[in-house]
C-alpha cells in the first residue's frame, strides 16, 4: 500500500480511522522556517493553518487608533464610536509586531490588551449595538489559497472566533483581576444579554464556515476547566458547541475546539459535546488529563494533542521521555495527532527529537515499536 | 443587631458572594461602633476561609474564589477608614509580581488576596514587572518571601533572571522565592533554584504561612 500523504494522514486519524503512522504537524504561525524545518517536514511533518472564511462589517460604527502613554507604557488605543456611546481598548505590542508573522512578535507573542473594550457596566449596551451592527460576509478566498498552497503537506481549517462566553471572558471583558467573573456576579442581566447577542450574531457565521473548502471549522476557544468551571461550561459553552455542530454537520464538515487548559474537571461534559476534535489537548504536567484516558473516555472523538511548553522549556532530553511516555500511552495511537506546540515556537533541538520519535510511530503502535524507538535515540 | 449577628452577617456575605449586604452590614456595624479589627478578623476573614474550604473541597470553583475576594475587598473599602493606625501583628511580609512580559494577574490576584487574609502585609508590584523593578522592590521592602507568577511559558524564563538578579545583588538568601503559575513545574522551579512550585493559590499560602512560622509552633 502507498504510504499516505500528510493531509490523508491527518485526516484519517481525524476522521476515526487508522491512519499509516501516527500523524504530526507544526502549527505554521509558530513554525520557524529554515533547515531544521526542511528536514522535519522530510521525516513527515505537515502543516496546519487557521485561515479566516469571512469578513465583517459593523454598520453605524466607526473607529480609529490612536497611540497613547497609558500607566506608562506606550499603547494603541482603538476607539468604536456608536449612536449609544464610544469604548476604547489599549493593545501593548512588543518588539517584532509587523515586522514577523502579522501581529506576532519575534518571540511569537501576540499582542496583548492592556485595557479591555468593556470596563464598567456602562460599556455593556456600545458593544450589544455593535454586536447586533456586525454583518458576517463569506470570503474563502484565503482558504482556497491555503489549500492551493498546502496541497497535501497538510490540512486549512477555518478560523472562527472564540464561542460567545469565551469572547466575553477571553477578549471583551478579560479575565484580568478576575474582573470578568465579578461582572458576571455583579451585573448578570448585563453579561447574560451580550452573550444572547452574540449567540444569535454568529448564526450566520456558522453557515459560512459550513460552506467554505476546508475540511475542518476551528473554534477558536481556549478551554481550562479552572477559568471555565462545568457550571459555566455547560450552561454557556456546550448550548453554542451543539448550534454550531449542527450546521457544520449537515454540510459534512467536522468541529474542532481548542482545548489545552486544564480540562479534567470538564471532560464527562466534553464527551456529550458534539466535537469532533478537541484540538491542543495537553498533557500533564501542563494539563491534568493523561492523553490515553482522553482518548478512552471520547471514542466518538479525534484528539490533537500538544506538547507542553513546560516540557519543551527543559530541553531535548526531557521532550525524547515526554514523547515515549506519550506513545506509551495511548494504546494503537488511533484517532491522534500530535501538534508539535500550539503556543510557543520550538527549539531547533526540540523539533529535531520529536520527529525522530514521530516519523517512526507507524499505526498501530506496540511496545515492540515504541521500544525500537527508543533504542534508535540511544 | 448585637455584635455577633454583625458579624455573622459579614460572614455570611462573603460565603453568599454577596456585594450588596457585605457593603450594607459593614456600614451598619461601623455605626453601631463594632470595632473594626473584629469585623474583619472575626467576621470576614472566617468568610474566606469557609470559601476556602469551599474551594478545596470542589464545591466551589475558581470563580467563586474570585468573586468572594472581591465581596471582602468592598466590605474592607467600607471598615478600612474606621481603622486607627496599624496595630494588626503581621505574620511575614510577601512582595508578589507578575514578570515582564506577561499581563496575567488572575492567580497573583488571588494570592495576594489569600495572604492578606492569612495575616501577611503584601507588596503587589503588579503585572508585566520587569527585573530590575522587583529586586529594588526587594531591596527596599526586605520581605520574607518573593512570589514571581506567569502564565505564558516564553515568559517563564524572566523567573530565573529574577533569582540570578537576587544573587547578583547579594539577597537571595535573605528572601524565599516561591513561583507559580499554568506552566510552571516543580522540575522547572528546581532548575532556577526557586524555593517553591505552588501548585495552586491555597498550597502556596501554607508554604508561605510554613516559612514565617518558628518551627516549635507549627
Redesign the interface.
Known sequence: MAEMTRHERIMTATHKKRADKLPFLGLWRHLQVGWVERECRNRGMGIYWHRPCYISKMHGVKSSETQVVSSGAVVLRRTYSTPVGSIYLDE?R?PGVEQWKGLASW???SP?Q?DRLIKGPEDYKVLKYMVENTEYIPYYFPIEQAMDWLGDDGVVLDALPHSPWQTLMIDWVG????RF??H???YPDLVEDLYRAISKSREPLYEIAAKSPAPIAFCGDNI?G??L????FQKYCMPEYEKEAKVLHEHGKLMAVHMD??VGVLKDLIAKTPIDIVEGLTSP??GDLPIGEALSLWKDKAVWTGI???V???GPE?VKKHALNLLREVGSGDRLVVELAT??QISNENLLMLTSILENADLPLTKEKIDKIERSLA | MVKEKYLESLKESIVN?D?NTVVEIAKEAMDAGVDPHTAITDGMVPGMTIVGEKYETGEY???EL??A??VMKEGMEIINPYIKGDSSKRLGKVVIATVE?D????GK??VTTLLGVQGFEVVDLG??VPTDKIIAAVKERKPDILGLSAL???T??KMGEAIEALKAAEIREKVKVIVGG????P??AE?IGADHCAVNALEGIKKCTEWVTPQEVR
Request: glycine residues 10%; negative net charge.
Open positions: 501593548k512588543e518571540r511569537d507573542v496583548w492592556t479575565s484580568e483581576g478576575g467573573f465579578i458576571h456576579a455583579k481550562d479552572v477559568l468551571n462545568p457550571k459555566l487548559g486544564r504536567p501542563m507542553p511548553g513546560s519543551l522549556i527543559l526531557a503556543e510557543t | 458572594l456585594f470553583f475558581l470563580s474570585v468573586v475576594g472581591a512580559g499581563n496575567h494577574d488572575l490576584n488571588i503585572r508585566d505564558l511559558t516564553v517563564m524564563s499554568s506552566p510552571v513545574t522540575e522547572f532548575s
